[in-house]
């Protein structure tokens, strides 16, 4: 556009017989004037600051566009323990195939009591606390959990239970093991056993999903440490009290065991077909107690059009309770369900879907490529090894950045220093706070783009000034400190009213929408108009060319104040006590006003700029211009939230 205008002038110029010289001196002023050579500064400034802000609310981004898609984000697939849980594991319920029992005490402390609730005669409990103690690679030192907070509470449970845990293993060394995964969802480990009777055995502890347990096992044990074949009836009671404690929002794991002979028993062998005709024990119960600021931190999102779903290795039923704790809506399924959907019916049915529990390193990715299918700016949450693939497909991978391994932290974009999930809702609002900043910004450098064009363009069209409307140094003030200063101040602003009551920006949309450049476009057309206006005044009415550069000069400067009042919230009244509530910008408007006062009325400045002093009507003429922008953005503000509210109503 600056240079059709350019040559436009030229043109033009050479026509009414200006010198070329002149005319390639308006060329240079037009383009100080028009083109924004300070955009890419400002812009990584103010994504810069922004991830300097974000790092104070322990929100660590690793490069500065992901500060500007974080703002943008419309789906959050958050793990939960951790993130939007505690991550401090208590076990609150015990169930046998004979009794109920309920755990008292919090955390990791060993303060706390077993209590029979249903059942006869106490039973022993050893077939429980024992794998609590031996089936677990957890240890806890004063306090300190060092391992898995699940196995924490398990420890925990055993100490409750009379176990001293750490004498307890070097008196039943563990020989073998089976380590957890996630393919297989259990644990085993193997130890040297005597019975009552002195008979030598190798005992195996398994402990895991409980259907997975269930599947595995072809006993139960009774009263008294008597094993019972489960018949399909025993199996549905064993599922049926799995699924009630579930519903209680308790992750629940089971326990099962099985003996061998010593003489036979191969502790180097391939002990996974021994994971077969167990005899399973008891459950136990659970509870990760949800964040309270994680609850309201999905509440804001839902407000701000982020959907959240929860990702899980969870029982279904137990992963849908805390769900509905938490507020997140959607029916919860497993990882195998969205797995067997179709690409069709995964996109159809995903909006329907909250919860995915029993969750595997590849439905993750698959959530994340159908979400982003549909238009989504999709964020992940992680921390394992497994996750790195999900994190890098997501548009905002998140890490954990204390219980994140090295690998989930290398495919991330964002670390969270306090594994949060209120810290990321911080976070998008901080991004969404820069990528308003970064508009405020440029809609008063193409305001002045406009401008400049425009005005420039009229003179000669017009014949009123030519190529003398304004000379190179007052284009440079106008451009370096007035633009300027008021610009990088509105790059800087605070989160404009009601940022996170808004729905998230398409991931196609442009940063400047085609309404704002009409808008912007009659604005720059007021500008110059008011400009060439002044300019006539000072030459017809006052009788001086001087007069009238200066007075356009001014009347431009203080322009730009009103237009940053009008522009800085679009759509919100500028007559709000908000308007000061940015301190940078209150002080640029001062500048701008004391350094237009400056250079009109001191000798050296006016020598510098070519400018000549002014009268007090003169004065109160140049604000004219800036008060009818202000008034007119203040109409056109009304009419628009006069039409949002009609549309509400109907």
Partial sequence: MAVLAFISIVVLGLAQGEPFNKLFN?????????????????VISILAMGTVAMANKNAIIKNLPAVETLGSTSAINSDKTGTLTMNQMTVRVISTF????????????????????????????????????????????????????????????????????PEFRKNNPRIASIPFDSDYKFMATFHDHTESDGKKIVRAYVKGAPDIILSLSKYGLGAGGTEKTLN????????????????????????????????????????????QDLTISS???????????????IAKAKNAGIRVRMITGDHAVTAEAIGRELGIEGRAITGAEFAAMSDEEAAEQVEDIGVIARVAPEHKVRLVQVLKKKGNIVAMTGDGVNDAPALKA???????????????????????????????????????????????????????????????????????????????GQVLWIHMLVVAPIG?????????????????????????????????????????????????????????????????????????????LNLRFPYDTAFHISTFSNIRLVYSYLWVLIGTILITETRLFQTLFHTVGLTADQWVICIIPGLIILLTGEFFKTVIKSRSDMEIRG
């Fill in 26 to 42: 308006i060329g240079v002023s037009l383009a100080i004037g028009s083109i924004p050579d300070g955009l890419p500064a400002v």
């Fill in 98 to 165: 004979q009794h109920r029992y309920t755990v008292s005490g919090e955390g990791y402390s060993f303060e706390g009591k077993i209590q029979r609730t249903e059942g006869g005669p106490d039973e022993d409990l050893d077939h429980l606390l024992f794998p609590c103690a031996l089936c677990i690679d957890t240890e806890i030192r004063e306090g300190q959990v060092i391992g898995d907070p699940t196995e924490a509470a398990l420890y925990v449970l055993a100490q409750k239970g009379g176990i001293n845990v």
């Fill in 232 to 275: 399909p009836e025993h199996r549905e009671k064993i599922l049926a009290e799995n699924n009630r404690i579930a519903h209680e929002g308790l992750r629940v794991l089971a326990f099962a065991r099985k003996d061998f002979d010593p003489a036979s028993f191969n502790p180097g062998a391939d002990l996974m077909p021994l994971m």
């Fill in 283 to 297: 459950f136990v119960g659970e509870v990760d107690p949800p964040r309270a600021e994680a609850r309201e931190a």
């Fill in 394 to 472: 997501a548009d905002i991978g998140i890490a954990m950045g204390i219980t994140g391994t090295d690998v989930a932290k290398g495919a991330a974009r964002m670390i969270l220093t306090d594994d949060n999930f209120a810290t990321i809702i911080a976070a998008i609002e901080e991004g969404r706070k820069v990528y308003d900043n970064l508009q405020k910004f440029l809609r008063i450098q193409i305001a002045n783009l406009f401008m400049f064009i425009l005005a420039f363009l009229g003179s000669s069209v017009f014949a009123i000034a030519g190529t003398a409307l304004f000379t190179p």
């Fill in 488 to 564: 990088a101040a509105l790059g800087l602003d605070i989160a404009s009213p009601g940022i996170m009551d808004r729905k998230p920006r398409k991931y196609d949309e442009s940063l400047i929408s085609k309404r704002m450049y009409v808008r912007l476009f009659f604005i720059g057309v007021i500008m110059a108009a008011a400009t060439l206006i002044m300019f006539l005044i000072g030459e017809n009415i006052y009788g001086s060319i001087e007069i009238g550069q200066t007075m356009g000069l001014v009347s431009l400067s203080l322009m730009n104040i009103f237009v940053a």
